[in-house]
């Protein structure tokens, strides 16, 4: 049985679809769940609906213990809900980051302490842990969405020590970019500063206007993970992510070769 956060529209919608059509179970969990009734019309018996804000603790562990009442245990569980906080670092208010924060982070950690206990009970289960190929360092003004998830992927790494010896698992999904509607449905804008007009400017032409390949394209390599019995801690989700992921690795790796004297002057 899947149990799938953020499961409305993007990647956890896409997640959702290939489970069901896999002849898996499926609890859907999001904000609003009215985007799924076509999928509940073609898998009544299959498929259940969970009203959910990640950022409520309390409702995270009652919804968890909803799913596993539903259909009697839990097998894969995909920690995707998040939205993005698109600004400069200076322009985000402090309402803002907390805002993103307790879904991009600290939603996922309690979706995360609701279901551990269900998952070393079981003595199996796997964790989906959905970050992003950005995770490893920040980018003008997708700052703090990086954070968030660079905050989930550490811990997360650390999870995967704690619930080892149960027979657990947990994957970190570095995913590249898919036309999941996060920078549109899925966005808070900063008030723009007009110190940042020229970047600004830079950045748009930099992106451009490709959406990235539909979240359905990433579905598969998530389906074959989740049914590994050794599956990785860590995988980059995109061919072309990959390539940029092992630039940014290799270019840090020269950095810290570069500035090794100053390195080794301190003995710590």
Same mark, same amino acid.
């Given at each position: 049985? *899947?149990?799938?956060?953020?499961?409305?529209?993007?990647?956890?919608? #896409?997640?959702?679809?290939?489970?069901?059509?896999?002849?898996?179970?499926? %609890?859907?969990?999001?904000?609003?769940?009215?985007? =799924?009734?076509?999928?509940?019309?073609?898998?009544?018996?299959?498929?259940?609906?969970?009203?959910?804000?990640?950022?409520?603790?309390?409702?995270?562990?009652?919804?968890?213990?909803?799913? %596993?009442?539903? +259909?009697?245990?839990?097998?894969?569980?995909?920690?995707?809900?998040?939205?993005?906080?698109?600004?400069?670092?200076?322009?985000?208010?402090?309402? /803002?980051?907390?805002?993103? +924060?307790?879904?991009?982070?600290?939603?996922?950690? *309690?979706?995360?302490?609701?279901?551990?206990?269900?998952?070393?009970?079981?003595?199996?289960?796997?964790?989906?842990?959905?970050?992003?190929?950005?995770?490893?360092?920040?980018?003008?003004?997708?700052?703090?969405?990086?954070?968030?998830?660079?905050?989930?992927?550490?811990?997360?790494? #650390? =999870?995967?020590?704690?619930?080892?010896?149960?027979?657990?698992?947990?994957?970190?999904?570095?995913?590249?970019?898919?036309?999941?509607?996060?920078?549109?449905?899925?966005?808070?804008?900063?008030?723009?500063?007009?110190?940042?007009?020229?970047? &600004?400017? &830079? =950045?748009?032409?930099? *992106?451009?206007?490709?959406?990235?390949?539909?979240?359905?394209?990433?579905?598969?390599?998530?389906?074959?993970?989740?049914?590994?019995?050794?599956?990785?801690?860590?995988? %980059?989700?995109?061919?072309?992510?990959?390539?940029?992921? =092992?630039?940014?690795? /290799?270019?840090?790796?020269? /950095?810290?070769?570069? *500035?090794?004297?100053?390195?080794?002057?301190?003995?710590?």
């Amino acid at each position: 049985m *899947w149990f799938i956060t953020g499961a409305s529209r993007g990647l956890g919608r #896409a997640f959702a679809e290939a489970a069901l059509a896999a002849g898996d179970q499926v %609890v859907a969990a999001a904000r609003n769940v009215q985007p =799924l009734e076509d999928l509940v019309q073609r898998y009544p018996d299959d498929l259940v609906r969970l009203p959910l804000d990640v950022s409520d603790r309390t409702a995270v562990f009652e919804g968890v213990d909803r799913a %596993v009442a539903a +259909f009697g245990r839990l097998d894969v569980v995909v920690n995707n809900a998040g939205a993005m906080l698109l600004g400069m670092v200076e322009e985000a208010t402090e309402e /803002q980051l907390r805002a993103h +924060f307790d879904v991009n982070f600290f939603g996922a950690v *309690w979706v995360t302490q609701a279901v551990v206990p269900h998952l070393r009970a079981q003595g199996s289960g796997h964790l989906l842990q959905v970050t992003s190929m950005g995770a490893g360092g920040g980018f003008a003004s997708t700052g703090m969405y990086a954070a968030g998830k660079s905050a989930l992927d550490s811990i997360s790494q #650390a =999870l995967a020590m704690e619930v080892e010896p149960f027979g657990v698992k947990v994957t970190i999904l570095g995913m590249g970019g898919y036309d999941t509607g996060l920078f549109t449905a899925g966005t808070t804008m900063t008030e723009p500063n007009p110190a940042y007009a020229e970047l &600004r400017a &830079r =950045l748009a032409e930099m *992106w451009g206007d490709d959406a990235g390949p539909d979240p359905s394209t990433a579905a598969p390599v998530v389906m074959e993970v989740a049914g590994m019995p050794e599956p990785p801690t860590r995988l %980059v989700v995109g061919s072309a992510s990959y390539d940029i992921v =092992l630039q940014l690795e /290799q270019g840090r790796a020269e /950095q810290y070769r570069a *500035w090794e004297r100053l390195s080794r002057m301190a003995p710590g």
